[in-house]
């Protein structure tokens, strides 16, 4: 079945540093890829996302490119702040089955 | 527009009592998503709403969880008996349509099942 991987966490930086979280997926259609964002005691919010391959989604400075030739999806920013700290899931959806898989989470703590 | 409203937020029970969580989704959002995370884990779909009917609950553990909706706007689902594993968040999500990719989620129902 379809199945979303990220990097385990946590993942602590410090501020200016830069991020990438690691995501790979499996899936057997032509799934459209998300990152959404879990600040403390919130719910999850759209971070970016991207349809098809080799689209780049990109909001608040982290991008992240669908890479059909590798099964990826990684999440980059070239600085992360003190207000990134939160948790991040990778996550695909099909139109096959309308779901979405999640992946496990990976924690980012960034320092001051 | 106001978002994806849950209630409680916190709730702490033991083990063989029942439970219920509510949800109200974005107003016009046809379908409605019940989650469940638990600790350490991305969410996974409990039940699935188009309007008021059920499209998806092959996740759901039917024995003990149940859910309805309606009226098709607002939300309860139900842990009758909880045991200890039912300890998660309980994510409450909402959509335009069945086909439409991009979901909005409420802050979700913390659970302790002790």
């Known amino acids: 079945g379809d199945s979303v991987t990220q990097m385990e966490g946590p993942v602590t930086l410090s501020e200016e540093a830069f991020l990438t979280i690691n995501c790979t997926y499996t899936a057997t259609g032509y799934p459209s890829l998300f990152w959404y964002v879990q600040y403390p005691g919130e719910g999850l919010q759209l971070l970016l996302k991207?349809?098809?391959?080799?689209d780049k989604g990109s909001n608040k400075g982290f991008e992240a490119t669908y890479r059909k030739e590798t099964t990826s999806f990684h999440l980059e920013k070239g600085s992360v702040q003190v207000s990134d700290s939160a948790v991040y899931f990778c996550?695909?959806?099909?139109?096959?089955?309308?779901?979405?898989?999640f992946g496990t989470g990976t924690r980012l703590k960034v320092l001051a | 527009e106001a978002g994806v409203a849950q209630s409680p937020r916190y709730k702490i029970i033991e083990k063989r009592q029942s439970v219920a969580f509510w949800c109200n989704p974005i107003s016009g959002h046809a379908t409605l998503y019940w989650y469940q995370q638990i600790l350490g884990q991305g969410p996974k779909l409990l039940i699935q709403f188009q309007n008021n009917g059920v499209v998806d609950d092959s996740q759901l553990p039917k024995d003990r969880f149940s859910a309805e909706r309606l009226k098709g706007v607002d939300s309860t689902l139900k842990i009758q008996p909880a045991k200890l594993e039912d300890s998660a968040v309980y994510l409450c999500?909402?959509?335009?349509?069945?086909?439409?990719?991009?979901?909005?989620f409420g802050p979700g129902t913390r659970l302790l099942v002790l």
């Open positions: 999500a909402s959509s335009t349509s069945r086909g439409q990719e991009t979901q909005y």
């Open positions: 991207a349809t098809k391959a080799d």
């Open positions: 996550a695909l959806f099909t139109s096959g089955t309308y779901k979405y898989i």
